[in-house]
């Protein structure tokens, strides 16, 4: 969190929420690299968990997303960096070139959720790349989902990690 909290204009990802977490990789990529490949994973599990969501949005009365069987490949030189713009499922809030980058998942009944990466150079060709989730509950049904999900959260979120330094 120490390096996250350099930048005071990323606090606003980290007041008044309910959820937060943040898990910490090194890699030899770029920022713009890793952010693709995390984004571009999407092995046959993903899908099944997503099909499993299907339960729950019926269940829970949650907002329906469009189903993505695969993500697209996303090129590092096609990922946006512009607030408003599209990365796979995500929105772009904001972003700095090769420091950090944070989307917004679509709206949601149940829950707000940020996404981010914070890149710390640790060597000349080694970067250290603080992924954070924020998640802000806006209805009961938020808490209830978040903590069905939150194992399986844990595991996508570190996978897409791994896929993500290897570019």
């Known amino acids: 969190m120490d390096k996250i909290q350099d930048y005071k204009e990323l606090d606003i990802y980290f007041q008044d929420v309910d959820h937060t977490d943040i ?29 499993m969501r299907e339960i729950l949005v019926n269940i829970f009365g949650l907002t329906r997303h469009e189903k993505t069987e695969v993500f697209p490949s996303i090129k590092p030189e096609d990922l946006s960096f512009e607030p408003g713009g599209n990365a796979s499922i995500f929105i772009v809030r904001d ?9 917004e998942t ?12 914070v890149a710390e150079k640790v060597s000349n060709h080694r970067t250290r790349y603080h992924v954070f989730t924020s998640i802000k509950y806006i209805h009961w049904t938020g808490p209830v989902y978040f903590n069905l999900i939150r194992s399986f ?5 570190s996978s897409m990690m791994k896929a993500g330094i290897k570019g």
């Open 153 to 157: 959260h844990h595991i996508v979120v």
């Open 106 to 117: 679509p709206e949601d009944k149940q829950l707000k959720a940020f996404f981010g990466v």
């Open 95 to 103: 972003a700095k070139e090769d420091v950090y980058w944070v989307a």
């Open 23 to 51: 898990k910490t990789i090194e890699g030899l990529v770029s920022l713009r690299s890793f952010i693709a490949g995390m984004l571009s994973y999407s092995p046959w599990w993903i899908a099944i968990l997503y099909r």
